[in-house]
């Protein structure tokens, strides 16, 4: 590891929204304020999602998969380490705690399929043709 990636590290972990400290949107430190902030950051629910279903991608891999530049990716993927959700051991990867992030967005999921078919707006990602 180079001096400066270390460097983007360490300052990844400092920066964290991490339960118990200041986080955007909120002066409390409350946990649920933590996880938003969290996952609200630029490409953060993207590389969530690149890494589903136990998969382990190389920085290049998830790069191009979470179409981020190397400097958003590489701050995102220091976060999600410092909070216990993703960890590099040959490759990125999620860890139980991470997985268990996407059992836990599941509902949220069910929740805004019905919101939008309340609102009658049509998912872009349906494998449904639009009438």
């Known amino acids: 590891m180079t001096k400066s990636e270390f460097a983007t590290e360490i300052e990844a972990f400092v920066a964290a929204p991490l339960p118990g400290a200041l986080v955007r949107g909120s002066t409390t430190g409350r946990p649920v304020m933590a996880a938003l902030d969290l996952m609200g950051r630029r490409g953060a629910l993207r590389i969530l999602w690149e890494l589903r279903d136990e998969a382990v991608l190389t920085f290049r891999a998830l790069q191009a998969a979470a179409e981020l530049p190397p400097g958003t990716l590489n701050a995102r993927l220091g ?8 960890v590099s051991a040959g490759g990125y990867r999620l860890t139980p705690r991470g997985l268990q992030l996407l059992t836990a967005l599941a509902p ?10 309340d609102l009658g707006a049509c998912d872009p990602c349906s ?5």
């Open 127 to 131: 494998d449904q043709k639009e009438v």
């Open 79 to 86: 976060e999600l380490k410092a909070a216990s959700v993703v």
């Open 108 to 117: 949220l999921q069910a929740w805004s399929q019905a919101w939008a078919e």
